[in-house]
Protein backbone atom coordinates (compact mmCIF):
# COMPACT_ATOMS: atom_id res chain seq x y z
CA UNK A 1 0.00 0.00 0.00
CA UNK A 2 1.47 3.52 -1.07
CA UNK A 3 0.82 6.37 0.23
CA UNK A 4 1.51 10.32 -0.53
CA UNK A 5 2.75 12.59 1.81
CA UNK A 6 2.91 16.10 1.12
CA UNK A 7 4.71 18.91 3.54
CA UNK A 8 3.86 22.49 2.30
CA UNK A 9 6.25 24.79 2.51
CA UNK A 10 8.25 27.56 0.93
CA UNK A 11 11.82 26.81 -0.34
CA UNK A 12 14.74 28.91 0.97
CA UNK A 13 16.72 29.45 4.21
CA UNK A 14 14.77 32.74 4.44
CA UNK A 15 11.56 30.38 5.37
CA UNK A 16 13.29 27.24 6.99
CA UNK A 17 11.71 27.84 10.70
CA UNK A 18 9.02 30.29 9.52
CA UNK A 19 5.45 29.01 10.94
CA UNK A 20 4.16 28.61 7.36
CA UNK A 21 6.94 25.69 6.46
CA UNK A 22 5.72 23.51 9.31
CA UNK A 23 4.56 20.64 6.91
CA UNK A 24 8.71 21.00 5.66
CA UNK A 25 9.36 20.90 9.87
CA UNK A 26 7.39 17.71 9.92
CA UNK A 27 8.72 15.61 7.12
CA UNK A 28 12.54 16.90 8.08
CA UNK A 29 11.77 15.63 11.52
CA UNK A 30 10.43 11.87 10.28
CA UNK A 31 13.39 11.69 7.79
CA UNK A 32 16.17 12.36 11.22
CA UNK A 33 14.25 9.95 12.92
CA UNK A 34 14.08 7.21 10.40
CA UNK A 35 17.14 8.00 8.54
CA UNK A 36 15.76 8.74 4.86
CA UNK A 37 16.63 12.18 3.45
CA UNK A 38 15.25 13.82 0.81
CA UNK A 39 16.50 14.54 -2.96
CA UNK A 40 15.60 17.38 -5.14
CA UNK A 41 13.14 15.42 -8.40
CA UNK A 42 10.83 17.29 -10.00
CA UNK A 43 8.73 19.83 -8.14
CA UNK A 44 9.39 18.53 -5.40
CA UNK A 45 12.38 17.39 -3.22
CA UNK A 46 11.00 13.43 -2.46
CA UNK A 47 11.75 10.58 0.09
CA UNK A 48 11.02 7.74 0.78
CA UNK A 49 10.10 5.34 3.38
CA UNK A 50 8.99 1.67 3.85
CA UNK A 51 7.05 0.95 7.48
CA UNK A 52 4.61 -1.79 8.39
CA UNK A 53 4.48 -3.20 4.73
CA UNK A 54 3.58 0.91 3.57
CA UNK A 55 5.49 2.62 1.26
CA UNK A 56 5.56 6.36 2.09
CA UNK A 57 5.96 8.89 -0.42
CA UNK A 58 6.80 11.72 0.99
CA UNK A 59 7.28 15.42 -1.23
CA UNK A 60 8.33 18.80 -0.25
CA UNK A 61 7.15 21.42 -3.09
CA UNK A 62 9.64 23.35 -4.35
CA UNK A 63 6.77 25.34 -6.38
CA UNK A 64 6.29 27.44 -3.55
CA UNK A 65 3.11 27.59 -1.37
CA UNK A 66 0.68 29.00 -3.75
CA UNK A 67 1.45 26.51 -6.36
CA UNK A 68 1.57 23.02 -4.39
CA UNK A 69 -0.88 21.12 -5.95
CA UNK A 70 1.18 20.73 -9.05
CA UNK A 71 3.77 18.72 -7.41
CA UNK A 72 0.53 17.16 -5.91
CA UNK A 73 -1.15 16.20 -8.89
CA UNK A 74 2.50 15.41 -10.45
CA UNK A 75 3.26 13.06 -7.99
CA UNK A 76 0.01 11.25 -7.93
CA UNK A 77 -0.51 10.39 -11.45
CA UNK A 78 3.54 9.47 -11.35
CA UNK A 79 2.96 7.23 -8.42
CA UNK A 80 -0.05 6.20 -9.14
CA UNK A 81 -1.70 7.04 -5.56
CA UNK A 82 -5.65 7.18 -4.89
CA UNK A 83 -6.55 10.48 -3.23
CA UNK A 84 -7.82 8.24 -0.41
CA UNK A 85 -4.16 7.85 0.12
CA UNK A 86 -2.85 11.67 0.23
CA UNK A 87 -2.10 13.14 3.34
CA UNK A 88 -1.31 17.02 3.31
CA UNK A 89 0.43 18.36 6.14
CA UNK A 90 -0.17 22.53 5.90
CA UNK A 91 0.40 25.22 8.88
CA UNK A 92 -3.31 26.49 9.89
CA UNK A 93 -3.15 29.80 12.21
CA UNK A 94 -6.93 29.43 13.20
CA UNK A 95 -5.45 26.33 15.49
CA UNK A 96 -3.55 27.19 18.66
CA UNK A 97 0.45 26.14 18.76
CA UNK A 98 0.97 22.67 19.80
CA UNK A 99 -2.58 21.77 18.85
CA UNK A 100 -3.20 19.00 15.72
CA UNK A 101 -6.46 18.53 13.43
CA UNK A 102 -6.86 15.86 10.94
CA UNK A 103 -10.04 16.26 8.51
CA UNK A 104 -10.47 13.67 5.97
CA UNK A 105 -11.64 16.72 3.81
CA UNK A 106 -12.35 20.46 3.94
CA UNK A 107 -11.81 23.47 2.44
CA UNK A 108 -8.91 25.87 2.35
CA UNK A 109 -10.24 28.12 4.32
CA UNK A 110 -8.18 30.88 3.08
CA UNK A 111 -4.91 28.70 2.64
CA UNK A 112 -3.39 29.47 -0.48
CA UNK A 113 -1.19 26.06 -0.76
CA UNK A 114 -4.51 24.35 -0.05
CA UNK A 115 -6.49 26.46 -2.91
CA UNK A 116 -3.74 25.36 -5.69
CA UNK A 117 -4.51 21.65 -4.62
CA UNK A 118 -8.11 22.09 -4.95
CA UNK A 119 -8.18 23.60 -8.13
CA UNK A 120 -5.59 21.38 -9.33
CA UNK A 121 -7.20 18.12 -8.14
CA UNK A 122 -10.77 19.48 -8.73
CA UNK A 123 -11.79 18.05 -5.05
CA UNK A 124 -11.62 18.70 -1.66
CA UNK A 125 -11.84 15.31 -0.79
CA UNK A 126 -8.53 14.48 0.57
CA UNK A 127 -7.32 14.05 4.21
CA UNK A 128 -4.93 16.95 5.62
CA UNK A 129 -3.22 17.60 8.99
CA UNK A 130 -3.52 20.79 10.18
CA UNK A 131 -0.22 21.89 12.34
CA UNK A 132 -1.64 24.85 15.12
CA UNK A 133 0.42 27.67 14.63
CA UNK A 134 -2.27 30.33 16.81
CA UNK A 135 -3.22 33.86 15.53
CA UNK A 136 -1.23 35.75 17.54
CA UNK A 137 -1.00 39.29 15.38
CA UNK A 138 -2.27 42.35 15.01
CA UNK A 139 -5.14 42.98 12.29
CA UNK A 140 -3.44 43.27 9.14
CA UNK A 141 -0.43 41.55 9.97
CA UNK A 142 -0.68 37.65 9.12
CA UNK A 143 1.63 37.46 6.59
CA UNK A 144 4.14 38.81 8.82
CA UNK A 145 3.08 36.04 11.47
CA UNK A 146 3.00 33.12 8.78
CA UNK A 147 6.53 34.12 7.41
CA UNK A 148 7.49 35.12 10.77
CA UNK A 149 9.89 32.60 12.90
CA UNK A 150 8.60 30.91 16.48
CA UNK A 151 9.26 32.80 19.27
CA UNK A 152 11.39 31.27 21.54
CA UNK A 153 9.19 29.55 24.48
CA UNK A 154 7.29 27.72 20.91
CA UNK A 155 10.90 26.82 19.59
CA UNK A 156 11.14 24.77 23.21
CA UNK A 157 8.49 23.21 22.56
CA UNK A 158 8.92 22.28 19.04
CA UNK A 159 10.49 18.77 18.83
CA UNK A 160 7.87 17.10 20.70
CA UNK A 161 4.96 18.69 18.67
CA UNK A 162 6.78 17.91 15.69
CA UNK A 163 7.27 14.07 16.80
CA UNK A 164 3.26 13.90 17.67
CA UNK A 165 3.17 15.52 14.36
CA UNK A 166 5.67 13.05 13.04
CA UNK A 167 3.24 10.32 14.96
CA UNK A 168 0.05 10.85 13.26
CA UNK A 169 1.28 10.72 9.82
CA UNK A 170 2.51 7.22 10.87
CA UNK A 171 -0.56 6.27 12.19
CA UNK A 172 -2.69 7.38 9.39
CA UNK A 173 -1.16 5.32 6.78
CA UNK A 174 -1.23 2.31 9.14
CA UNK A 175 -4.04 2.23 11.48
CA UNK A 176 -6.15 4.73 9.56
CA UNK A 177 -7.98 8.27 9.33
CA UNK A 178 -10.47 7.14 12.13
CA UNK A 179 -8.17 6.07 15.02
CA UNK A 180 -5.66 8.62 13.67
CA UNK A 181 -8.20 11.67 14.29
CA UNK A 182 -9.23 9.72 17.33
CA UNK A 183 -5.71 9.77 19.10
CA UNK A 184 -4.35 13.06 17.85
CA UNK A 185 -7.32 15.44 17.55
CA UNK A 186 -7.37 18.08 20.47
Not at 74 to 90: A, G, S
Not at 105 to 125: A, F, M, V, W, Y
Not at 127 to 154: M, T
Request: one cysteine or more.
Amino acid sequence: MKFLIVGLGNIGPEYALTRHNAGFMVLDRLAAQHGFSFTMNRLAYTATWSHKGRQFVFIKPTTFMNLSGKAVSYYMKQEHIPIENVLILTDDKDIAFGKLRLKPKGSPGGHNGLRSIDELLGTQEYARLRIGIGNDFSRGRQVDFVLGQFPEDELIQLPDFLDRAGNAVVSFCTMGIQHTMNNYNQ
